[in-house]
């Protein structure tokens, strides 16, 4: 049966398992900064060392060191020219065609000679994926042409899922960071050999709002990390040239409500959103307990808007906006869902199950409603078996987001 894995939510307080985190923290803790600024300013006015005033500041001392995408790349190797007598001896060869009828007689129930008998290496191998020609005629999606410093599709995007404050959400926080960081450099370089000269972008995909069966004190039935865990994945990811994808599961709020706490860290380059419709409950539904939630097209076009806001305020470059999908329903009205330049939605197959099944809700669920860009999600422990990269790139079109839980 194909399932989702609960928990991507977390049935209990994630404090339970943790020190005392709420919502409140990042309040208390900007209070606290700010009352060591202050300070600071008290001492400076008291005799602390003031800088001269004829001291020249360069520019490189003040401004950030740019961001920019560090990926990795496999050369597309070229296959060896051959000698011009060779060439010319297998063109002979084709135009008499023999093999066509021995092929035929082996179907007449013929026994072929040895020396005709095809060779293993020569059979093709069948793909496990195939759709109709009216699906495959519904890609490429025709949207706005990639802006410069765009990440699709000139990277593939692989990333590790999950939250360092859990061991049950996924990857990213089941091991210790330095094992997790090496794994998923192992693992782009895995998927980048096997689509050589296809440049591979590791990324970590944080739950920055995390669904929970606790109400919490604004009785939203969601907990949004505070600034330490955030900014503490985020320089995993800026150290190395990587990017950071936030993750919205709203419970009982709203994209619109907790996409706005997130906007100073969206306003980095390296910086990108998700939301999960899982987690988007209606009509007063609690995570983990009623049936899953969904999102609409308006809400995403809302996550779009305000990306596209900063984009262009800010100077950035484009945006990847992630969105989960694995049944009909739990994306409404995606059709409607509008593309800008400045934003590359990727409509990501999540869920686990047999390779069958996640075969299956790829083609039903994303291929058959086409929105810009496909992403494809792999489980560790509950896909049995995990399907290989060289089977995920069997399926067209071919994902250019890639997530491990």
């Given amino acids: 049966m194909y399932r989702s894995l609960s928990p991507r939510f977390l049935p209990y307080p994630i404090t339970d398992c943790s020190p005392t985190v709420t919502p409140s923290l990042r309040s208390s803790m900007a209070s606290a900064l700010l009352t060591l600024s202050l ?55 084709d135009t008499t065609r023999t093999d066509s009828a021995t092929v035929d007689s082996v179907k007449a129930g013929a026994a072929p000679s040895d020396s005709a008998k095809p060779t293993v290496t020569a059979k093709a191998r069948k793909s496990n994926f195939n759709i109709s020609p009216r699906d495959s005629a519904l890609w490429p999606v025709k949207g706005p042409e990639p802006l410069p410093g765009s990440i699709l599709p000139e990277y593939r995007i692989v990333a590790f899922y999950g939250n360092p404050l859990s061991k049950r959400m996924g990857i990213l926080g089941e091991i210790g960071s330095d094992e997790m960081l090496r794994r998923l450099e192992e693992t782009a370089t895995v998927w980048a050999a096997a689509d050589s000269g296809q440049k591979v972008l590791p990324g970590l995909h944080l739950i920055a709002i995390v669904a929970q069966g606790y109400p919490g004190p604004a009785r939203k039935y969601r907990l949004q990390m505070p600034d330490s865990i955030i900014e503490r994945v985020a320089n995993w990811a800026e150290s190395r040239g990587w990017i950071l994808i936030l993750d919205i599961q709203t419970g009982l709020s709203s994209v619109e409500d907790e996409l706005k706490v997130l906007v100073p860290y969206l306003k980095r380059p390296y910086v990108h959103l998700a939301l999960d419709p899982e987690f988007n409950m209606k009509d007063g539904k609690l995570p983990g307990r009623d049936w899953m939630g969904r999102m609409d097209a308006s809400e995403v076009n809302h996550a779009v808007d305000v990306l596209a806001k900063l984009v262009e305020e800010y100077q950035l470059p484009p945006k990847v906006l ?45 291929v058959r409603h086409p929105v810009q860009y496909t992403g494809f999600k792999l489980f560790f422990k509950n896909d049995k078996p995990m399907l290989k990269p060289e089977e995920v790139l069997e399926l067209y079109p071919r994902p250019v987001y890639i997530q491990y839980q």
Wanted: overall charge positive; proline content about 11%.
């Fill in 39 to 93: 300070l600071a300013c008290g001492n400076a006015q008291t005799g602390a060392p003031q800088v001269a005033a004829d001291t020249t500041v360069q520019d490189w001392e003040i401004q950030p060191p740019m961001w920019e995408p560090k990926g990795i790349l496999i050369p597309r190797s070229r296959p060896a020219t051959p000698p011009a007598d060779s060439t010319a001896d297998s063109l002979k060869a």
């Fill in 322 to 366: 992630i969105v989960h999908r694995f049944t009909r329903n739990m994306l409404t009205n995606a059709a409607q869902i509008k593309l800008d330049p400045r934003v590359q939605v990727v409509i990501d197959m999540d869920g686990w199950g047999p390779p069958g099944s996640k075969l299956g809700a790829y083609r039903w669920f994303v």
